[in-house]
RNA sequence: GUGGACGUAGCUCAAUUGGUAGAGCUCAGGAUUGUGAUUCCUGCGGUCGAGGGUUCGAUCCCCUUCGUCCACCCCA
């Protein structure tokens, strides 16, 4: 293909999988609603500080995979590369934070300049969950009660495993950092490449390397638990109280950090093996510091984000029925000039008194026969036949197309154009 | 940013040790002169990803480039 074509790692999403998107968008908003969640939406596009200022100068987002230019005034702007900075700039500008207590959805199109793969785009769409204004480990367990609920209303539930930990304060962090740099430093040489890279970009993510010899040394590391505060722990074990009390299970993984800066405390993530490489299919947690470090008063927060994509793709795996829209349940044959008129006249008119139901009209010509072909291609019930005879007779020939199994009778019949609607509501009343 | 595999018809894929390519599905038409899903026949459809090189001649060999997929990194 040599014409104009999509840039790299920009998908179409094409009619045959925005079913699937639409079924998704459509129970994620309805339980979000009902868990008293509001819809918010902000631009795609911010200033480009925003986001060195909230995910952090030194993460890879921030250094490599941001969509960032001047617009014509020279000023730095960059497409959003995730949503929790963007929600809390706009709340906060609005004064949504302001003595209240908020909760939050918000969905759509994210940018990282990544290689893509399996389960990553460079554009890639998110449904973004944040509470503010709660500081106890209950609005923690009810995010991930809702998703845990969500995943079942999806049928997803079995691919899909929690897992949980907490990170402490920024003071324990880089408490802990300090004591596992002190005890991976004499063994450097031991590390795989990556790890020895990031002992100075962030140590922290050297607890989740895949290089086996370097998972070996970690064994005998000094563990975050140990250096983590009072509080931290009395809000994850308040947190693992209440998912026990509803049954939600979990595993809680300590080596589990989280790779933007603002996060504290609370961190979990909904995994799967069903996905390649790209596990995450939902990941969030506690961040109690941003609004204030964006210039708002303190104000505790947690949220999380699910991957859409990645979500499709394992409800194409495990429900690819999920979402599948019903066809027109008529499909209007009409040969010749006359009977092209008539038919639309037809189909206008049955629309206006059956609306819910759907009506398609050939168009665009062809013999019986290829009209035909289509009306069954279109999956519709019932044909309604329209040719210069039936015009000038002022009939519809009725054929049905489906369900003739189930009783329907075979064959077709006629009947006069002013009767179709009755007959037709009565027979697609118990369909 | 790095590595591996792969780019042939709208889709899924063949083939050619270098002599300008085939099938299935789709679509259109016909067998059935006004009637779909099966069957049979016919037809439309390709600058063989792009650019350059070698050659009498390149889809095939060489170089470059772009893209896709998968993986690393990182993340949803």
């Known amino acids: 293909m040599t014409g104009v074509r999509a840039i790299k790692g920009m998908h179409d999403i094409l009619p045959d999988q925005t079913p699937t998107w639409r079924y998704l968008e459509r129970t ?15 631009p795609v ?10 995910i952090g100068e030194v993460t890879d987002i921030v250094e490599k995979e941001m969509y960032t230019f001047e617009d014509r005034h020279g000023v730095s702007v960059t497409l959003r590369p995730e949503g929790t900075a963007c929600c809390v700039r706009a709340a906060e500008e609005h004064g949504l934070l302001f003595n209240q207590v908020q909760r939050l959805w918000y969905m759509g199109p994210m940018f990282r300049y990544e290689n893509p793969q399996k389960g990553r785009q460079r554009q890639f769409h998110q449904i973004g969950v944040e509470a503010f204004g709660m500081e106890g480990p209950d609005v923690d367990a009810e995010l991930i009660a809702l998703t845990a609920r969500l995943w079942q209303q999806l049928g997803i539930a079995g691919a899909l495993r929690l897992e949980l930990n907490t990170i402490g304060t920024p003071e324990s962090r880089a408490a802990y950092r300090k004591a596992l740099l002190a005890y991976l430093e004499p063994h450097k040489d031991k590390l795989d490449a990556d790890s020895q890279r990031r002992l100075s970009t962030n140590p922290l993510r050297i607890l989740d390397s895949k290089d086996a010899a370097t998972q070996a040394l970690l064994a005998n590391a000094p563990s975050m638990r140990d250096y983590r505060d009072a509080e931290s722990d009395a809000h994850f074990q308040g947190l693992c109280a209440l998912l026990d009390s509803i049954g939600v299970a979990y595993v809680v993984n300590d080596k589990l950090v989280r790779g933007l800066d603002y996060y504290s ?10 996905l390649g490489a790209q596990g995450t299919v939902c990941a969030g947690g506690r961040y109690d510091g941003l609004v204030e470090q964006l210039g708002g008063r303190a104000t ?25 829209e019903p066809m027109p349940a008529i499909y ?12 639309f006249a037809l189909v206008e008119q049955l629309r206006n008194l059956m609306p819910g139901v759907g009506v398609q009209l050939n168009c665009g010509g062809g013999s019986f026969k290829s009209q035909l072909k289509r009306a069954d ?4 019930r019932i044909a309604l036949i329209l040719g210069e005879d039936e015009v000038a007779q002022g009939v519809v020939n009725i054929k049905w197309l489906r369900d003739v199994d189930a009783g329907r009778q075979a064959g077709q019949q006629t009947l006069p154009m002013t009767d179709v609607q009755a007959w037709l509501s009565s027979q697609l009343a118990d369909l």
């Not at 994620?28 to 918010?40: F, K, M, S």
């Not at 596009?45 to 909230?54: D, G, I, V």
């Open 28 to 42: 994620v908003a309805d339980l979000l609603t009902a868990y008293g969640y509001r819809e918010i939406r902000f």
């Open 377 to 380: 291609r279109s999956g519709a």
């Open 332 to 343: 209007c044959v009409a040969a010749g000039e006359a009977a092209q008129k008539a038919g």
């Open 265 to 274: 405390r609370t961190v979990f993530e909904w995994v799967t093996d069903e």
């Open 45 to 54: 596009l911010e200033f480009t500080e925003l986001f060195k200022r909230s």
């Open 300 to 324: 505790p927060a947690v949220g999380f984000a699910m991957g859409m994509e990645r979500l499709c793709l394992l409800l194409e795996t495990r429900q690819p029925q999920a979402g599948s």
